[in-house]
């Protein structure tokens, strides 16, 4: 079955520094990557996700990077605030027609002002 | 539009009980699957549920179980509680269910088994 890694486990940035996240998978027929982030004390909040048909994907200071060949994808966030301290997901949903989505153990991300 | 929302919140159960825990879909979604969150295994998948029939089944022994009824509004069931049930339960409701929908999250049932 999918098996999703995901690196670093924690991550400390400077405000207003970029911060990356990196996840590979191994099912290569995994079709949808999505990425959530998780505040304390709430469920998993969905910030962005990428289709296997595409490459790249911007949202203002968020983008999701996506290389099928080495099965691996990133999160890219840029101009870093301290709200945006929280752990973030990375996820694959296999391509057999299933919803389950297989999750990355996660990347602590503290933002300091 | 409201989100999804789960009850009770928070849980505490002795090993051997049962529990159920509920959780209503947005408005107009029609797929629910619930997932286990623990520190030392993460984010994983139990079920999922479309129009009341359960469509994919993780790893988990036969304790757990779930139903969806007509409203798409779902429960999950933990029958015989071990101490390593103690975990966050989340559902998540997408709009059909098909491989590209997106999944959105509740807030979670906190359950602690003593």
């Known amino acids: 079955g999918e098996n999703v890694e995901q690196h670093p486990s924690t991550l400390s940035v400077q405000e207003g520094d970029s911060a990356v996240i990196k996840c590979t998978y191994s099912?290569?027929?995994?079709?949808?990557f999505p990425w959530y982030k998780q505040e304390l004390g709430k469920g998993p909040q969905l910030i962005i996700d990428i289709r296997s048909n595409v490459g790249e994907k911007k949202d203002q200071r968020i983008a999701v990077t996506l290389n099928k060949t080495a099965k691996h994808f990133s999160l890219h966030i840029t101009e870093t605030q301290p709200e945006d301290s929280a752990v973030y997901f990375c996820?694959?949903?296999?391509?057999?027609?299933?919803?389950?989505?297989?999750f990355g153990k996660g990347t602590t991300l503290s933002v300091s002002s | 539009k409201a989100g999804v929302t789960q009850t009770p919140r928070y849980l505490i159960k002795t090993r051997g009980q049962q529990v159920t825990l509920s959780c209503s879909p947005i408005s107009g979604h029609r797929s629910v699957s619930w997932y286990q969150q623990t520190p030392g295994q993460g984010l994983q998948f139990l079920f999922e549920y479309f129009s009341e029939t359960q469509r994919n089944k993780g790893n988990f022994p036969g304790r757990f179980s779930g139903r969806q009824f007509s409203n798409s509004r779902s429960e999950m069931n933990v029958s015989t509680l071990e101490l390593g049930d103690s975990a966050l339960y989340l559902c998540a409701s997408s709009l059909r269910g098909s491989s590209y929908n997106e999944q959105f999250f509740g807030p979670g049932t906190r359950l602690t088994v003593l």
């Open positions: 099912d290569s027929a995994s079709n949808y």
């Open positions: 996820a694959a949903r296999g391509g057999d027609g299933g919803t389950a989505l297989i």
